[in-house]
């Protein structure tokens, strides 16, 4: 039995209503004990991780500071529960995110615990370093990202409240491994010197999943999409990905056609089939170059696929593009995208006018072959870029020097995926650049 007075769920923004719909359904699987009050939360949505915190009166740690702005609002969120509950002189609280489901029924184990901890994990993602504790089935934790499903008691939010993270503020996960001493950085652990007693248990009681779009009515017609780049997507990568991306030969692979500018394989045809028929049976047709313009693009965050997109192409992508670019520099590693299932159509938008990216680097995937001309056109270099085998890519440098333009096709439709790469803290989109 869970024992809190009060549960707080935090949600990203977005489909809120359906999202409390859907946590609410969940936490009845959640045996907590009559009587617990419930209060959503939403994160901030800000994109400047400074905005977010200087809004919440905190400092980013000198060295483990957020590395985004997702990082900074939900470790802000996080602040905002552990403060609030203070507050309200809650003897337990449970606190949730977003994504979170239960998965087991052996909650008896925590019946004899009542005294041996301030602070258990009901799930976590781990890397080892567990200790056996008296307790059955329950360990002392190594090192956790805990973030997702934990409870405290008054006296460990009265611990956390004089510990100084105010000033310290770093990812939720790092916070709480500090807090229960299992940081493995001992520069990290001097940053806390308070400790919590923390129990944690051998097999969690709750597992993590993103939030999909058929829970907020949507229902796919592919769903192995969406298992692309999850634990579970092992299957997904061979069916989707082609194996010479696999193989990380690179220079065996890729073509220069222009300076600068590569060509290689990386999906399957039947990614590209896939896609393009979850985009159309989507349906919902938007312009990302603003209102009143042709309705030809859908973003992959509308469909649900921007974090399992963007996990593939950190992996699979990401080290091609400094291999072949010689990128120095974390920050490279750290890129994010915006996305879009883009579609020409003879009859109506055939084409896109001479223009240069915002980007840092962009991305075009050819997703079909079967339309009449077609093809991006760079006028500087006098190069047609046409692919004639779904999935191949092509990309080249964004902002100034490779204008660019996709040539008139004159009978069918042309399927492209389009992906403007920058870093976290510049978004070109934001800055009319395209």
């Not at 299932?341 to 072959?369: K, W």
Request: net charge negative; proline share 5%.
């Amino acid at each position: 039995m869970i024992v809190a007075n009060k549960v707080f769920i935090l949600l990203q923004s977005g489909h809120t209503d359906t999202k409390q719909t859907l946590y609410t359904e969940r936490l009845k699987n959640i045996p907590v004990a009559a009587g617990a009050a419930v209060e959503f939360l939403t994160l901030d949505s800000h994109d400047d991780m400074a905005a977010i915190l200087a809004q919440h009166g905190l400092t980013a740690s000198k060295h483990y500071a957020p590395e985004t702005a997702y990082d900074a609002a939900r470790a802000a969120a996080h602040i905002q529960v552990w403060q609030k509950a203070l507050q309200e002189k809650h003897e337990r609280i449970l606190i949730l995110e977003e994504g979170f489901l239960p998965e087991s029924d052996h909650y008896h184990i925590l019946d004899a615990t009542d005294g041996g901890w301030d602070m258990l994990y009901l799930g976590r993602e781990t890397e080892g370093g567990d200790f056996p504790s008296p307790h059955t089935g329950l360990v002392f934790p190594g090192y956790s990202d805990g973030a997702f499903a934990y409870m405290l008691t008054n006296n460990a939010l009265g611990i956390l409240d004089t510990s100084g993270y105010k000033s310290n503020v770093m990812p939720v996960g790092e916070i709480l491994s500090v807090m229960h001493g299992a940081h493995p950085d001992p520069a990290a652990g001097e940053l806390f010197t308070a400790r919590i007693a923390t129990l944690a248990p051998m097999k969690s009681f709750i597992i993590k999943e993103q939030f999909q779009p058929w829970q907020a009515g949507y229902t796919p017609l592919h769903r192995s999409l969406y298992r692309l780049g999850t634990p579970e997507g092992a299957l997904a990568i061979k069916q989707y990905i082609n194996a010479q991306i696999l193989q990380r030969e690179y220079d065996l692979i890729c073509d220069e056609p222009i300076d600068n500018v590569y060509s290689f394989p990386l999906f399957t045809p039947l990614f590209c089939q896939h896609l393009i028929e979850e985009a159309e049976h989507f349906g919902k047709w938007t312009s990302y170059r603003g209102e009143g313009r042709p309705a030809t693009d859908i973003n992959l965050s509308s469909l649900g696929l921007q974090e399992t997109y963007a996990a593939i192409t950190q992996k699979y992508l990401y080290p091609l593009l400094a291999h072949k670019y010689q990128l120095q520099g974390d920050g490279w590693k750290k890129l994010t995208s915006q996305n879009f299932v883009v579609r020409y159509q003879s009859e109506e938008q055939g084409h896109l006018g001479l223009h240069n990216d915002g980007s840092y680097l962009s991305m075009v995937v050819a997703l079909n072959t079967d339309f009449a001309e077609g093809g991006t056109w760079f006028p500087k270099f006098k190069k047609l870029i046409r692919h004639e085998q779904a999935g191949y890519a092509s990309v080249h440098p964004g902002l100034v020097g490779y204008l660019h333009g996709a040539r008139p096709i004159t009978r069918g439709r042309r399927y492209i995926l389009a992906s403007f790469f920058f870093s976290k803290n510049h978004h070109p989109l934001l800055e009319d650049l395209y």
